[in-house]
Nanobody, 118 residues
């Protein structure tokens, strides 16, 4: 599966952005989609994920974004969205779309930069 991400940019603290991740190619075996965050000089970490292989989605969030970020999916469009509200300067970094298939094999999309100014 190939992933195409969009929606990064520059925003002031307290503002909002929405990231999109669209899946192309062989999507039948996809299990979930999600977003990872890589702050400058640090390792990538999970922000949020959502299952895409069932009727009722299951979501998972990092503690740092609970109550501020919401992940959702549009199954018809094979797209996952990350609505980011009340952004903070420490949310600045590159966000990567990711998907796991049902065998645990992951795919990465290109990163999109989010910059939050104080």
């Amino acid at each position: 599966v190939q992933l195409q991400a969009s929606g990064g940019g520059l925003v002031q603290a307290g503002g909002s952005l929405r990231l999109s991740c669209k899946a192309y190619g062989s999507r039948r075996s996809m299990h979930d989609m999600g977003w990872y965050f890589q702050p400058p000089g640090m390792q990538r970490e999970l922000v949020a994920s959502i299952t895409v292989d069932g009727t009722t989605p299951t979501t998972n969030y990092a503690d740092s974004v609970k109550g501020r970020f919401t992940i959702s999916r549009d199954s018809a469009e094979n797209t996952a969205y990350l609505q980011m509200n009340n952004l903070r300067p420490e949310d600045t970094g590159v966000y990567y779309c990711h998907s796991d298939n049902k065998w645990g094999v992951g795919s990465w999309g290109p990163g999109t930069l989010v910059t939050v100014s104080s």
